[in-house]
């Protein structure tokens, strides 16, 4: 089955509100072997949802839209959609008496605004979705040709709720042939760029997808190998994708750091767990972000000690044991600075494990020698330091962030080879 999501409201064209709900029905529906052929967000003009929608109903016959079902003039999915399919509105008389319900439930005294009432319109013959998580009923409405559209809420707490309550177990009824699947497997890398991923996997002796489709997704994280599978049942697509991500992972080697929605941060903390290492950090232009990863994580505190933001030389100097002469010689932004950074908060907290974290993030500070972007990260384990000089690509908050994922990175190569009992590059 295929299907199209129109996702209503001049905010999400406006930019105010990024549409999380087209996202949340593309990923639900997927196990299920149904497609979202295509997710088009339009205004809360009458005409503008009439025409999306009615767009929509041509190529694919199977439409969810969300928005535009609450009690203001602004609300005008159900009028719209009703003139598309030919039916008047009509005030539903259980509708109304599930607001009375919902209105005493809260607690609240008084009469209901009228404005409320407009959610007890209905198109003709439409089938009312019940919505257990607020005011707004769901509408099923289907023509004589068997296209439907479902509307939901906008609200993405009410429209979760009534997707899994009332419409997937409709459009699973509908369903007919032999159950099938799309379904995906992600493997996530680091540190190589997209183009040098693609290059060794297409120089893959023999490469075979086996009917599969790869994306390659780059983010500030680094890039994800995403396999997706489609039209198959549930475990020829899990074999499939195990045997392709088997191929693809020793091609990517060690950039390679977990799989699905795996944290880096969470991939170390694993690793110095069961090394029984802890780990301090000292940072500069990243102001406590490679910190904040790692104590994001629950249980983190085991092996996560602290870490000191030394954005002033003076700071770098006094907490962390930076040499003046290495400043002056050097710079801030140095991998010896970086080094001495590492080092000192290894021993300021106790730690075997130490990150040291320098750089220009910018906008401005800047020169032809060190540009903005300009990064140096070393990572002290049980006394074995490494260091790297990298720019990273983005503005201010993505070198940070990239600066953190690298800085990660590092110390999982340097705890992979003191693992293997190996000398890190």
């Known amino acids: 089955m295929q299907i199209e999501v129109v996702t209503i409201g001049d905010e999400l064209l406006l930019g105010f509100t990024v549409d999380t709900n087209g996202a949340y029905l593309a990923r639900e529906l997927a196990p299920y072997g149904v497609t979202v052929a295509r997710r088009t967000s339009v205004g809360d003009g009458a005409d503008e949802i009439a025409a999306g929608v009615g767009e929509a109903l041509e190529r694919t016959g199977a439409v969810i839209t969300t928005g535009g079902l609450g009690p203001t003039s602004d609300d005008l999915t159900k009028p719209s959609i009703a003139r598309l399919f030919g039916r008047e509105m009509y005030v539903d008389v259980g509708v109304v008496e599930s607001l009375h319900r919902r209105w005493k439930s809260l607690g609240r005294t008084g009469e209901i605004p009228r404005s409320n009432f407009q959610q007890a319109l209905v ?21 004589e040709r068997g296209r439907w559209v479902a509307m939901l809420p906008g609200v993405p707490r009410e429209m979760r709720g009534m997707f899994a309550d009332a419409l997937l177990p409709r459009i699973r009824r509908l369903m007919t042939g032999a159950p099938t699947v799309v379904r995906s497997l992600t493997i996530r890398t680091t540190g190589i760029a997209e183009s040098a991923l693609s290059d060794r996997v297409q120089a893959i002796d023999g490469w075979d997808l086996e009917g599969l489709s790869l994306a390659y997704l780059p983010g500030w994280e680094g890039v994800d190998l995403r396999l997706t599978a489609r039209g198959l049942g549930s475990d020829e697509a899990d074999v499939r994708l195990a045997r392709v991500a088997d191929v693809l992972r020793p091609v990517a080697g060690d950039h390679v750091y977990g799989a699905g929605n795996d944290d880096l941060a969470a991939v170390v903390l694993a690793a110095l767990r069961a090394q029984g290492q802890r780990i301090a950090v000292g940072e500069s232009c990243t102001g406590g972000m490679l910190g904040s990863r790692l104590t994001a994580i629950p249980g983190s505190s085991d092996v996560m000690l602290g870490g000191v933001i030394a954005y002033h030389n003076d700071v770098k100097m006094a907490q962390l044991g930076v040499g003046a002469d290495t400043l002056v010689t050097h710079g801030a932004v140095s991998e010896e600075t970086a080094r001495e950074m590492a080092r000192g908060a290894r021993a300021a907290l106790g730690a075997s494990v130490g990150v040291g974290i320098t750089g220009i993030a910018g906008p401005d500070g800047g020169t032809p020698e060190k540009p903005v972007g300009t990064v140096c990260i070393a990572a002290d384990v049980g006394g074995t330091v490494r260091s790297l000089r990298a720019i990273m690509i983005g503005d201010r908050h993505e070198v940070r962030l990239r600066s953190t994922q690298a800085a990660l990175s590092l110390v999982r190569r340097l705890l992979a080879a003191a693992a293997a009992g190996e000398t890190p590059a």
Request: zero cysteines.
């Open 123 to 143: 198109p003709e013959g439409a089938v009312i979705l019940a919505n257990a998580h607020g005011t707004a009923p769901g509408i099923w409405l289907e023509d």
